[in-house]
């Protein structure tokens, strides 16, 4: 404490008042850079030169007040530079994550807004920093995901593209006319505003099943039309299926007592009471 001894009134004053300053520099740099970056920068980058300027602002005048009080900023960075070792080897998880964060910081796999997939975890993205990436699920639920985790993990971005695919999965009866069936599927999505022509729609038959032909229909959306397209096709290619007589059939059993035989009959039998 022999350094605050000859401290005057004033240099405390005038080192606390540059510490202010710089806190209010730090904020305004924040707001200007959100500002003059809004249409130059993603919202992740914009993010790491908020928080880049914001901290180093503080730094500088940081520095500059313990320098009016005469403090020795040797013996600072010295004490410094031993307890961040002694913090390292005590947390080897958070300086993995560290690492990871830095990979993912420079390798931008996804940004800040954009809705990922991890593990079962789906959410958007509403910060990527040092140590966890943070999500927001769709019921509203706040995620932390270690960088680590995230580094180790399959990550699917789902809002990486302009244009989304929907694979409708579809089973008709064995008696239906595929390429009629092709005809009433490709006329719904001809039809539906939110499918689109280019990339065209895919219609694909997957193989028998055990009691149906089994058939993949695929459409083309832009991404935010996504959800409303999943709910709009399926009730339009039932309400198709239905006017045309197409049958969506569903699992029958039939039982034989040889390869030449027919199936056994079946009579469904009321047992009545007496009184």
């Known amino acids: 404490m022999e350094i605050f001894k000859n401290l005057t009134i004033n240099q405390i004053a005038f080192s606390l008042t540059i510490v202010i300053i710089g806190?209010?520099?730090?904020k305004i740099s924040s707001k200007a850079i959100v500002k003059f970056s809004k249409d130059k920068l993603t919202q992740h980058q914009?993010?790491?030169f908020q928080r880049i300027s914001y901290y180093l602002i503080i730094l500088l005048f940081l520095v500059t007040a313990l320098q009016q009080i005469n403090v020795d900023l040797g013996v600072i960075i010295g004490a410094a530079g031993i307890l961040t070792v002694a913090?390292?080897?005590?947390?080897q998880t958070s300086a993995s994550?560290?690492?990871?964060?830095?990979?993912l910081i420079g390798e931008k796999p996804f940004s800040v807004g954009d809705t990922i997939r991890v593990g079962s975890t789906l959410g958007e993205v509403l910060s990527i920093?040092?140590?966890?990436?943070?999500?927001?699920?769709?019921?509203?639920?706040?995620?932390?995901?270690p960088n680590e985790t995230i580094i180790k993990s399959e990550v699917t971005t789902?809002?990486?593209?302009?244009?989304?695919r929907f694979d409708l999965a579809i089973g008709v009866a064995y008696k239906e006319d595929l390429e009629k069936v092709r005809t009433v599927l490709l006329k719904v999505a001809a039809d539906y505003n939110l499918c689109l022509e280019d990339p065209e729609p895919l219609f694909?038959?997957?193989?028998?099943?055990?009691?149906?032909i089994n058939i993949q229909f695929s459409v083309w959306t832009k991404r935010e039309n996504l959800l409303?397209?999943?709910?709009?096709?399926?009730?339009?290619?039932?309400?198709?299926?239905d006017e045309n007589n197409i049958e969506i059939p569903f699992p029958h059993l039939s039982l034989y007592t040889g390869s030449q035989t027919q199936p056994f009959p079946v009579e469904h039998v009321t047992k009545s009471t007496t009184s």
């Open 87 to 91: 913090i390292g080897f005590a947390s």
């Open 204 to 212: 694909m038959l997957l193989g028998f099943g055990d009691s149906s």
């Open 228 to 241: 409303e397209l999943k709910n709009g096709i399926i009730a339009r290619v039932k309400s198709a299926f």
């Open 129 to 145: 920093d040092l140590l966890s990436v943070k999500l927001r699920t769709f019921d509203n639920l706040f995620v932390r995901i």
């Open 158 to 164: 789902l809002t990486r593209f302009p244009l989304r």
């Open 46 to 48: 914009t993010l790491i």
């Open 97 to 103: 994550n560290v690492i990871s964060g830095i990979f």
């Open 23 to 26: 806190f209010l520099l730090a």
